[in-house]
Structures are given as C-alpha cells and as structure tokens.
C-alpha cells in the first residue's frame, strides 16, 4: 500500500501524535509498504524535507484550552504541486490525524480526494465554549468526520463529544502505535522513592498542579527525589520552585531521557482532562515506572485495570496522597511494576501495526 499520513503539527516538535505517526510509518515500511508524511513545518520555519516528511504551508503557534499547537496554512498552488506528486506516485490512502486543526490537513484531504481514515487524537471544544476557533474546531470535525470512511479513537474519552455532533457515529477504537522496544530494559535499576515526569509544561498537563503536590509527597517522604523534564509556558514556575527534592532539567538526548525513566520508580501524570489515552503512560509502564495518574478519561482507559494508581483529576493533595500511598506500600510495588510492563505491550507497534493495515486494507477494498 501507498499511504499519505496528515500531521497536524510539526514533526520536529515533540508530541504523542507525532510519535505514533513515526513509529506506525517506521513499522509499515518495514513490512513493506511505501508511506509519506505531509506535516506543517514548526512555527517560524521554512517548509523543508527530511526522509519520508514533506513540510508544506506555513504555521503559527497559538494557545488554546491550556495547551499550545500549530495553526497552518498552505497556498493553493503548493498544495496543488504536492497533491500531484502523490498522484503521480501513486497515493492510495489517507490516514489524517485530528484533522480539524486550523488548516492544513484539511486543505490536503481536498486536495487529495483520496479515501481517508481519521484518527481523533483529542476531545473536542466544549459546545459550550464560543471561540472562534473553537466554533471552527466543531464545524471542521463534522465535515470531516462524515467524509472519512472509517474513524479510529485510541479509547472511548473523545466518543461522547463526537456523537454530540454525529449521533449514529460508529468508530474502531485502537490504541496508538509506537516502537517501545527503546524503553524495555528488565535489568535497569530503580532508585527507590525516585519520582518522574516528562512532557510538556503547562497547565492542561497538570504542572501546576504537581508543584502544589510535591511540597506534601517530599514532607511525607524525606528520600523522595522528583526530576522534570520538559519545556513550556510554565517554565518559569517550574525553575522558580524550591523545593526539597526537585530537580528540573529543560531537555535531554532521548536515550538519556529513557535511561532516566528506566531508573525512575514512580512516573507522575497529573494531566486534569483533555488526554484521549496517554502515550507518555505506555513509554513509562514499558520502562517498568509504575504511572500515578488523575481519572481523567483517556488515562483511566490505560490504567483500567489498577484503578488503585489513579487518583481525582485537579487535586494536589488527592495527587500526593496517592503517590505517598504508593510510594510506602513497598511489597506491592514489584506486582504493580509488572503489571506496567505487561500492560504497555497493548501499544506496541508489533501489537497494534497489523490492526492498522487490516483498517487500511478494508477501507481500499471496500472503495474499490
């Protein structure tokens, strides 16, 4: 198969969905299939190559919701010079991925008109909010959504506002897939009372929130030592934050970064809402860090089977009491750290890759 991926944001950002575009098109072509990734370049950058990603348009960074992403934009004579370069390549398929966000992925899937596939990698605005991009946002998803042939959620959280807009709506709900055979490593050693997080600073990931917590976990546990990793509008805060334990670092060389997670006992994931699954969960659970994690509905579909990690989204004392609890019931810790590790396999590209290409595979047959 020739398979056009649609990314909404920069690939050279970090991100769940960039990953799983990544990792499932690293996965395909070694099963033989030939894909492209079409992509905005990042805010400020010029459009460029690299391998299979195709830069088109330009982007805008912009901040919504409490996080921030790419607003993008391409004219109609580039779009038009890339859609005849899938043509005369061969393109047979379209997997596009959230693609009402402001406007490249859109523009390409017209441009295109080839069968598309729609991965919803996010909950949709509130009906409630008037923005104008939110109103944009919801007026996109219900265009789109009727032209897709089949739609694909990682887990049941972006369900109910979908249906809110197309009731009879019917979706295969399949976790992302990435290459977690980086973050296996059963002879790592942990740090005892050693806690984790990694992703990006700001408020819809709950940092806020988690340096409210800490000053309580730290009192409750004096060896305790927390490391953050990440960049982001809360930055400042987090820099600014003395705190007994804490250790910020803005980035590090991914190997590094998985070595860090693999010697880390606990991994903290305080995100109050917005997370569809929670990629940053399956990464830790493979390295054996045993996720602490609010109920908000994206991470309790990867947590569903030890709700006894999960703790009400939006407290910081609801937070640090259950990573207290976790932290001090020693002997349970080596049956929650395999259970981690056993339950990651389920986003394992070599687990989900041929669910994707059967989806695939059906849509071509079924157009055909």
């Avoid at 575009?21 to 690293?26: A, G, N, P, S, V």
């Avoid at 506002?161 to 059963?186: G, K």
């Avoid at 927390?226 to 910020?248: C, N």
């Avoid at 995100?271 to 309790?300: F, H, K, R």
Wanted: with cysteine; glycine share 8%.
């Amino acid at each position: 198969m020739k398979i056009v991926q649609l990314c909404p944001y920069a690939m050279t950002r970090p991100g769940g969905v960039q990953t799983h575009i990544r990792d499932l098109t690293d996965w395909l072509v070694q099963e033989g299939h030939e894909v492209r990734i079409i992509a905005p370049p990042a805010a400020g950058s010029n459009a460029q190559r690299k391998g299979a990603v195709i830069e088109l348009g330009k982007s805008k960074h912009v901040g919504i919701h409490g996080t921030g992403f790419e607003i993008s934009r391409a004219k109609r004579r580039n779009l038009r010079g890339i859609a005849d370069e899938m043509r005369d390549w061969g393109a047979e398929l379209i997997h596009a991925h959230t693609p009402w966000t402001p406007f490249l992925v859109g523009q390409m899937i017209k441009a295109l008109n080839l069968p598309v596939i729609t991965t919803i990698h996010a909950t949709l605005p509130d009906p409630k909010a008037g923005g104008v991009i939110e109103r944009y946002i919801r007026w996109s998803a219900k265009r789109l959504v009727g032209r897709s042939h089949s739609i694909i959620v990682p887990s049941e959280a972006p369900l109910p506002m979908l249906r809110a807009l197309q009731p009879s709506l019917r979706a295969h709900v399949l976790p992302p897939a990435i290459d977690l055979s980086p973050w296996d490593n059963p002879t790592a050693r942990k740090r005892p009372y050693s806690f984790f997080f990694f992703g990006r600073l700001e408020r819809r990931k709950g940092v806020d929130m988690l340096l409210r917590a800490w000053p309580h976990i730290a009192a409750a546990l004096p060896e305790a030592q927390l490391t953050m990793v990440g960049d982001g509008p809360l930055r400042k805060a987090v820099e600014g934050a003395s705190q007994p334990g804490l250790q910020y670092l803005p980035s590090m060389p991914h190997a590094d970064l998985v070595a860090k997670m693999q010697e880390s006992e606990i991994f903290l994931a305080p995100a109050p809402y917005g997370e569809s699954y929670g990629l940053v969960l399956a990464e830790a659970m493979a390295a054996g860090a045993i996720p602490v994690a609010t109920d908000n509905a994206g991470y309790a579909s990867v947590l569903k089977d030890r709700n006894v990690l999960l703790c009400v989204s939006g407290s910081a004392k609801a937070l640090a009491d259950k990573a207290i609890a976790v932290a001090q019931d020693r002997e349970v810790i080596p049956r929650h750290r395999q259970w981690a590790v056993t339950q990651s396999k389920a986003s394992d590209v070599k687990t989900v890759g041929p669910k994707y290409t059967a989806l695939y595979q059906s849509c071509l047959s079924r157009d055909g």
